[in-house]
């Protein structure tokens, strides 16, 4: 199959270059938190076997270390509560979370890590880290830090 030049354009410009990025960078910190000795051997046995998704490290980015409801784990994912809700089950049976009372408000609940969640969060700490570091060397420190500058100011 031949791209038409005139459409070359929707192959490379910067939502897609950026889209691509995330994910190989997602894919690589996956791929460390597999054979990282600290994550507890049933996680890194589903990291390994791509059972764990990016979609999955939403939980990871943003569930405060005291926890939080899942309408503020949503929000801060920009996901429906619906779709939070279905990675919390998951993660809750693979023991990373756990629900609890929440003590502000006895109608609420809330997602909290648990002790292997705990674990987990330091792997994903350690793996972005590495993550970072291999894509500095990749592209140079400076690059790197022009990429991260832009990107920043971008986001907010």
């Known amino acids: 199959m031949t791209t038409d030049p005139e459409d070359d354009w929707r192959q490379t410009h910067l939502g897609r270059l950026l889209g691509h990025a995330m994910r190989r960078f997602d894919e690589r910190v996956l791929a460390l938190m597999a054979h990282d000795i600290d ?18 490290i939403h939980i ?15 929000e801060r994912a920009g996901m429906t509560k619906q779709a939070m809700g279905t990675l919390v089950d998951q993660c809750e ?36 880290a590495q993550a970072e570091q291999e894509f500095r060397a990749s592209v140079g420190d400076e690059v790197a830090t022009v990429v991260t500058i832009g990107l920043e100011a971008y986001a907010t």
């Open 93 to 128: 049976a693979w023991g990373i979370v756990t629900r609890g009372p929440d003590p502000l408000d006895a109608r609420a609940r809330r997602v909290m890590f648990t002790t292997d969640g705990l674990a987990w969060l330091d792997a994903f700490r350690r793996a972005v």
């Open 60 to 74: 990871t980015r943003h569930l405060a270390r005291n926890g939080s409801r899942l309408t503020e784990l949503a």
């Open 39 to 56: 994550v507890p051997l049933a996680l890194s046995n589903l990291a390994a076997r791509q059972q764990v998704s990016a979609a999955h």
